[in-house]
């Protein structure tokens, strides 16, 4: 009975997937916006709605009108690969992405279609250049929020890494509020890579063949730094 359900997941998930990457694709051509947002991007986040349930994961949150109403920034700790369609499930976010990602084929046509910020992470000399990006982009919009993950890598452990003041410096910089947010998982095992050589196909076979299982996103506090906020203060206190 696992197998038979683990095929129908994967088949659904499958054609999702397919669906909506054209979807984004054909309406990344298309000037319209919806709420100040491109089309292409509420379709993402549609589209996430829809994938989480058929891969037999549900989505809970403890207070969604304080994520789909704040204007700035979202941080979050990073769990899993799947956080990005936890943080899109309630409405479309920017997130920011390495480089080249931009050139991968379809993801990346996906990541410009909804906003990513790409940033070059290759000179870590050139971390003001990044810094200057983001901070523009927010300031010609808060909305929709960008998303950063200030642990700055996945870490799927019960403790969080040390928070990366990068963007705490950014936020007092533009005088921006950021919303804390915390993702947990009921199964962070079965939702996460179990090491470097593990390969696409076997991740994918635990994913669908579990149990349903729940991913929680919790919206804490909303912190408005002032310009003479300390940025490691206050990504010690965040954390």
């Not at 993801?107 to 790409?118: V, Y």
């Not at 076979?205 to 919790?218: A, E, G, Q, Y």
Request: net charge positive.
């Amino acid at each position: 009975m696992a197998y038979l359900r683990g095929l129908l997941r994967f088949v659904a998930s499958a054609l999702i997937v397919g669906g909506v990457t054209l979807a984004i694709i054909l309406l990344s051509w298309i000037p319209v916006k919806v709420r100040g947002v491109r089309f292409s991007a509420w379709c993402f986040s549609l589209g996430v709605r829809a994938l989480m349930p058929s891969l037999g994961l549900r989505f809970e949150c403890t207070d969604c009108q304080r994520i789909v109403q704040h204007r700035g920034f979202v941080l979050s700790n990073h769990v899993s690969f799947f956080d990005t369609l936890v943080m899109a499930y309630l409405l479309p976010m920017r997130f920011v992405a390495k480089a080249e990602v931009e050139k991968w084929p379809f993801i990346g046509q996906i990541a410009s279609a909804t906003g990513t910020l790409f940033v070059d992470r290759s000179d870590k000399s050139n971390r003001n250049t990044v810094r200057r990006q983001v901070a523009n982009a927010i300031r010609g919009s808060q909305y929709p929020p960008i998303v950063i993950f200030p642990e700055g890598t996945r870490n799927p452990l019960d403790t969080l890494l040390p928070f990366r003041y990068g963007v705490f410096e950014i936020a007092i910089d533009t005088e921006m509020p950021y919303l804390l947010c915390a993702i947990h998982y009921e199964e962070t095992d079965s939702m996460t890579w179990h090491s470097r050589n593990e390969g696409v196909l076997t991740t994918v076979k635990r994913i669908v063949l579990r149990d349903t299982s729940r991913v929680w996103l919790v919206p804490l506090e909303v912190v408005q730094p002032r310009a003479d906020d300390d940025p490691t203060e206050l990504a010690a206190q965040a954390r």
